[in-house]
């Protein structure tokens, strides 16, 4: 499973969070005409980790999680619950098929206004500690 996948399938399996959201949980961006509260997530950054012997197979992408809302304290609602869901987070990501993390870390929020869609939105960044094959 894609580390992706796995973040997905977490915030999809946590209840407090999909009882505020539902299953609207997209990559990259939202599908048009998309109720909310909603979710979008992307890789940001994913750099590789080199030793003498070659690639180390250690993985520490930069996934950022963006909460969408009509209003902004049920846009800070949301982001508290993927914050809770992730924050600290070790153990297999994503279930028991999901990928096994050494430790996600809460990296970096940003709160934003988009005036076109009248929609507020809160930026998260995590960096997640895994290693491939594990």
């Known amino acids: 499973m894609m580390i992706q996948e796995a973040l997905r399938t977490e915030l ?46 250690l993985n520490q992408p930069r996934i950022q999680v963006n909460c969408y809302a009509k209003t902004y304290t049920a846009c800070i609602a949301v982001a508290a619950q993927v914050k809770t869901a992730l924050e600290d987070f070790t153990g297999k990501l994503g279930g028991d098929s999901g990928v096994t993390v050494q430790h996600v870390y809460f990296n970096d929020e940003g709160d934003n206004f988009d005036e076109a869609a009248d929609l507020f939105w809160i930026r998260h960044d995590y960096i997640i500690w895994y290693y491939d094959g594990s």
């Open 12 to 57: 999809a399996t946590t209840t407090a969070l999909t009882a505020l959201i539902g299953d609207r949980i997209s990559p990259i961006r939202l599908p048009r005409k998309s109720a909310y509260p909603a979710i979008t997530y992307q890789l940001i950054s994913d750099p590789q980790w080199y030793v003498m012997g070659g690639d180390s197979d």
